[in-house]
Antibody
Framework: QVQLVQSGAEVKKPGSSVKVSCKAS????????ISWVRQAPGQGLEWMGG????????NYAQKFQGRVTITADESTSTAYMELSSLRSEDTAVYYC??????????????????WGQGTLVTVSS | DIQMTQSPSSLSASVGDRVTITCRAS??????LNWYQQKPGKAPKLLIY???SLQSGVPSRFSGSGSGTDFTLTISSLQPEDFATYYC?????????FGQGTKLEIK
């Protein structure tokens, strides 16, 4: 049974950074991409970016380029999302989600089939 | 970037009704379209992938159709547990994007 377990809630000051973790179990970590999706209070889902551990490559939504860094540690099956220069508008629940399956030559299954429980990040002075 | 537009934004319906939600992409996305259900305080749940494939464990009253730019999610006979918010998501581009959501409420 695949599980994604995220780190706990955070309260941050404007201008600071936050790093959220997502530990995977029950599957082959390196072969699946991990995406990060956020949801501001009362708002919809917003894709931030993702990483394919087997390739070590990340891509980011243009809105977050330069402010977000997504990494993965294959030794611990954990993905991380770091968001910098926080502002009040970044207050949201941040989710990790399992994404496409990739072999050494190709990828498939482009959908989010497993999700973490969400991490509330509150940005407040 | 590919923009996804859902309609309606909200919808009131009764148990037993047939409901259709529409999602339109700003450019052709072939069949790279997924649907999710989200209940308050919970993570989204995958319902339909690749426009029309039912995710394992999802009731057969849910179905998806479409290709290119226009897609639909249909619930054939609404059950009480189906009242939630539904999102479409394109995976044609490596820069994924979601629709704004459709909130399905009890009439």
């Amino acid at each position: 049974q695949v599980q994604l377990v995220q780190s706990g809630a955070e309260v941050k000051k404007p201008g600071s950074s936050v790093k959220v973790s997502c530990k995977a179990s029950g599957g082959t970590f390196s072969s699946y991409a991990i995406s990060w999706v956020r949801q501001a209070p009362g708002q919809g889902l917003e894709w931030m970016g993702g990483i394919i551990p087997i390739f070590g490559t990340a891509n980011y939504a243009q809105k977050f380029q330069g402010r977000v860094t997504i990494t993965a540690d294959e030794s611990t099956s954990t993905a991380y999302m770091e968001l910098s220069s926080l502002r009040s508008e970044d207050t949201a629940v941040y989710y990790c989600a399992r994404d496409q399956y990739c072999s050494s030559t190709s990828c498939s299954s482009y959908y989010f089939d497993y999700w973490g429980q969400g991490t509330l990040v509150t940005v407040s002075s | 970037d590919i923009q996804m537009t859902q309609s309606p934004s909200s919808l009131s319906a009764s148990v037993g009704d047939r409901v259709t939600i529409t999602c339109r992409a700003s450019q052709s996305i072939s069949s790279y379209l997924n649907w999710y259900q989200q209940k308050p305080g919970k993570a989204p749940k995958l319902l339909i992938y690749a426009a029309s494939s039912l995710q394992s464990g999802v009731p057969s009253r849910f179905s998806g159709s479409g290709s290119g730019t226009d897609f639909t999610l249909t619930i054939s006979s609404l059950q009480p547990e189906d009242f939630a918010t539904y999102y479409c998501q394109q995976s044609y581009s490596t820069l994924y994007s979601f629709g704004q959501g459709t909130k399905l409420e009890i009439k």
